[in-house]
């Protein structure tokens, strides 16, 4: 065994945030192991890397300089991307999967219709020798592929599957930890995804992630967005952020660079995309695959993945049609067979790979055999949007015990489509959506107890909704949610009233609604001619919710803000 002061250097070069992540799924080959030691270092020249120097600085791993990598020989080199001067560093060189296989080739660098994967003029030294002493690919296809292409580089070529796509098929058992952390429930999760460049999803289309957000309900679709990394470089996750403002306050979840977007295809119902390899993903998971995009030049023909754009159903970029489309979408949707045209070996690569890098290096492999690690949960769900234009339709059916029955679409206050009521959250919508709406609610989770070292005044909810009628002259109704199943209601010009929302029972699944939902379809009751103790039924999504009215009781009136 070698010492601890003597550990066999393994230098993990860098060009961009996107070739890191591949790197990092890698790493538990090396877990346990106190003879190899870990280094980064970012090869320079691309345009991409100052989130990439962030990343391996914020994870606490140690870097060198450009000139110190140079300075030494490594025992071992791992990169993701072919490009760079990566001749100039001194050791055998490792060269493993970046993206889904060859499908996207750019006319700007390189050989012109060459993914930088199969491209001699990235593959070879000034020599003509490969870059390379092992180029590691996912699937056979593909190295029939590189040997076409680039025969020399052809001869160091090993097939040993996807580290990513094996994180990703270790996680499924955790689908329903990732939908709870989302705040997804029982809506329909899809992700759209973008990657980078003249032809992606947000380059030809930037209005759809808020077009999409006002043509499909918030109660039945939770929409997210995957950028590739690239992007993020580029923009700045601050102008993303700005660019996506609109969408984001609808209830958009934007995934972080690493890990998380693949969460969201665990997660996830369907996917919209581009020609970006999060597609084959996805298909790996037998998602439904809707394309917005075709690729353009950039898409090489006969890929796995320009096979899976033209079996795929098309969205139209208005999203007009978004909601008929996707409903069409089955939950087993027969993608999988284009994955396996990108993928071999699944759930095999740090097995596969492990032996061969310990070879490289002269040392016998741990006992233990290496595991992907299973994606991490992603962090807390956005916050609920602060307001929504409501469409709520009524259908009073005297001859059920349903009774009234309304069905409740919420979505964004800008939307152009027509729409009942705008209802809004005191404390949290604007100025201008707290005094147009007819609804305004109140989320609270009761005052805190007092701190005998400090003053303290609170309201009640009695107290606050008739003040916030007083306040405000268009709102027609305030409430208080005070928990799950429990609101305060108050009409204008009549007795404040507990309204208790029963969940929805099915087999094996108890099914909670947002209760400003639920408000809504009160509200739209209460505004008709029945009586508060007409049965009343609120349908969001399909599901129904059973409602109470019943004149509000002493501890609701009483409860502090």
Known sequence: MTPPDAPFGVLFAVRSAAALHRLLDLLPVFDGDSRVRCRFTLVPGSAFDVDALAAVASSGARCLSWPEALACRHDLILTASPKGELAAL???????????GFNKALSEEGSPHLPSGLDPAFLLTADERPIADLHALAHPDQVARLIEQCPQAGSTALVAGDPTLDRILASPDRREAFRAA????????????STWGPESLLARHPDLPALLATRLPYDAYQLALVVHPNEYSRTGSFDLARRLRPALDAGLVLAGPYEEWAALLVAGDAVVTDHGSTALYAAALDRPVVAVCDGGAELVPGSPMARLLAAAPRLDPSGDDAAAVLAAQPAAAGTRRFAEAAFALPGEALTTLGPELYKLLGLVPPPRAAHPRPLAVPPAAPRTPAAFAVQATRSDRADRADGVVIDVDRLPPWTDLPYHHLAAEYGRAGIRETQSAALLYHRTTGAPPPDAARHHEYR??????????????????????????????????????TLRIDPHRTTGRVRYTDPAAALSAAHTFLGGQHPPTTPLTCRINGTPYRLHLTPATSADLQHLL
């Open 182 to 193: 989302l705040g997804t429930g029982p809506r329909r999760l899809v992700v759209l995804s």
């Open 90 to 100: 001194r050791g055998p060189k490792v060269l493993l999967p970046h993206g889904a």
């Open 460 to 497: 009640t909810a009695a107290d606050w909704t008739a003040e916030a009628l007083a306040d405000h002259p268009g709102c027609r109704t305030a409430a208080v949610i005070l928990s799950p199943t429990r609101c305060l209601v108050r009409r204008r010009n009549g007795e404040p009233l």
